[in-house]
């Protein structure tokens, strides 16, 4: 059994060619070609920590993969990343295992980003002005990931904390972003046509009248079925909306939330990887409403598991 | 992380008391003292095989514990055990990971062996002939673990293929047992007064009235909805059934199995935590007819890999 520490996986990732691996993930899972279990969840109250576990496998490749993937929120008080965890590979034909990738959470935050990309690349608008709810780690990568797109290099961000605004305008000043930091949520609706958010908010940050015509929405903190960011009526009033998973979505995230609002019609609703397959077409026109609710789905973690597996094999054994 | 192999947990387990640990497990467990969510299963068609993952915790202690446990019934063709696994702790306050045991399966042997044992002590009367259905791996462990509690030596066994009647046979003799192959597993119920089920049929071995007055059955094989070891009317007609976890059993093993035969008032089954606790009395005279479904809970893994993983360190630091 191998054991590759982070630094070895970042090593491999970055001589991997993602985007067209995790659009692959997406089109296997929604044609049927791959199992994805529903989510295993372990709950902890004191102190409050979340455990979440994602497996499956291609039907056909060589691997199955689990995903061990942790959220502590009182982690940073005492200097350790609130995120935690590790993906496991094994062998599809008799179960051996083969690796323990010891990621700690860099291929969950990696594949994440990438669908991220994925859904501004295929149903935002021409980006004039990017705008992102949250501070954090993902609210970094995102822009990271969405650098590779567009040529927008406006950006405007709204988090809880000043201190946390400024920090995070200086990071995406290095970037070579413009950033304006907003006063509200509704104020970067009201400027942004690119909304990425990614806060761990359990109460929504975006009302149904705040977001423009035009607007293309990557949902990505809310991925329980208590946590959200979009408002009573954003999905309803969505003319498409794109779940990674509808079924997931159905149980957890920001479709789940709309749901439990009584929107039970959803027929606005498609999933990512029709669209990447070509049996929709996504956006249809310059002035709809998108908005994609991404929880992440296991596959995403087979293939990038996978990927960084193969090639740590060919390089160590020179095939 | 600490990455242990199956020969250093071997020699661990040689020094740990694992009755009183797995018993304490089992009060935890029935006294709701820890968080066990339902087992995660992965399926696979060709070749067959399944993925169980069993997760959870005991409230107030240090770590969480996810299994990863696999059957793949064709592996044995090519000279790979069919069953295949490894346990993880992680630290419960931070979701930190602290070890991977890697026991291919000998922890889930175990303590699988040793509930079945907890069960025999507690629910059969003084044991004239131990019935063995099944000549594979927990045939042969909980054999061995019953020679720690009664001095019957009389055994008898059957199992589909005469060759390894043959061979399980002479190993038995060798732990010191007179042992005798039975034509059916009828003929088994006839002589054994402890029958110990450890095939995975999914078609019924024995029928109710197969079974003597006095007889306790520990049903071990059945841990999937679809296995089944005891026929229609064996479960209705204990007097006692004792299950390791009742949410588990519904859904799994010998008792969902009844209910779907169509049992449903199940007011004879009480948890194996109550009679340990001292909540239930258990068997109650000599002819009871009682019958103990283990379908496996994940507190018996939390409990004997955090028992293994705190000898480990002990011994590392010489604590």
Redesign the interface.
Known sequence: ?H?LKKKIINEILKKLELVPLIERGFIFYSSKQC?I?PI?????EE?P?E?H?K???VMGESY?V?K?A???S??EK?G?PNG?G?M?L?N??????LA?L?DEALLTNVRTAIAGQICAARFSNEIEMIGILGTGLQARMQVKHLKEITKCRKLIVWGRSNKKMNLYRVDMEKLGFKVELARSPKKLASKANLIVTTTSSKKHLLNKNDIMKGTHITAIGSDTPEKRELGPGVIKNADLVIADSISQCNKRGEIACAKKDGYLKTDNIIELGQVLSGNHPGRENKMQITVADLTGVAVQDVQIATAVYDNYIRRKYEI
Do not use: A, D, R
């Open positions: 059994m054991v199992i279990p295993g969840e372990l709950l902890f102190p920590g455990v576990i497996y499956g496998y199955y689990i061990i942790s959220g502590f009182n982690n005492n350790i935690q590790m496991l094994f599809q034909k008799n179960g051996l295992p323990i010891l």
